[in-house]
């Protein structure tokens, strides 16, 4: 595979021991590590390329590992918090290969779902907390949080009230597999929440993957649901999970984009193996997709 340095359309600089890239043409601005802007500035060899990507990668595995021996010795009452992960749903009406809930009894069979009063705690509770934060962000999350949505209506409305009474300002994001992503609900929190939606980029790998409990598959109403949102296609964020077996980002990619996607994510699924050869793979394969 060959890997496109992207020099040309970025400046690089640096600040004391700050790294950045501004992308020339998109405007964004992105945080680099020392050894990224280093890659970048040097145009390095594609192996000094692979070398930097399987160092971070055990620096971070040694990070995880450091955390887990020895967890960070704060109350609760110290952190100061500005957003919250809620929980909504814990179950779901897909049953994916690669889900990460599976383990620990995180997706329940007895239709686990939060009610309000945990969730209104637990905004009282960031508010309690925010310190100075005026932005503070909810994301709603499951399982398959569509199978909440009256709760997730609730919450907007009782953080619309919370706004009014103490100046703090919401911004809300959710990850739904689509398909209970009717017009309907969208048209309901099309203008508060920021929405991703899991596609894992081709019928073939989605539907491999994707299954509903009963092994049907999912692609097809997706796209039908999409269908009905043909005009806020780019509105809406896409995450597709790449497991070993199914490296093409670039085919992916691509895939997305013809259907209308501008904001297209990847994340890998949990490595089976102990080494972090996945990872590496994925890293090295993500590259492809970096605009040249
Ligand atoms: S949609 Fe998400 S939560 Fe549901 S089975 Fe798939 S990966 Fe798990």
Redesign the pocket.
Known sequence: MSIKLFKRSFHIYHYKDNYFALDRKGSGLYSLSKEAYETILHNKSEADIKEIIREQCNNILQTIQMLKDQPPNTSKDQFILNGLWLGVAHC?????S?????KDNY?SDNNLKMDFNIAKNAIDFLIKHKGSNKNLNITFF???PLLNFDLIIEVLNYSEKIEKETGAKFSFSL???GTLLDKKKYDLIKDKVEIMI?IDGTKEIHDQN?KFKNGYPSWDLIMSNLHSLKDYINRLAVRA?ISDDSLNLVNIYKNLKEMGFKYIFFTETVPNTSDNKCIENFNIELLGVVPA
């Open positions: 779901c009406n897909l049953n994916c690669y889900c990460f809930a599976k997706l499951g399982g398959e990850t739904t597999n899991s994707r999970t």
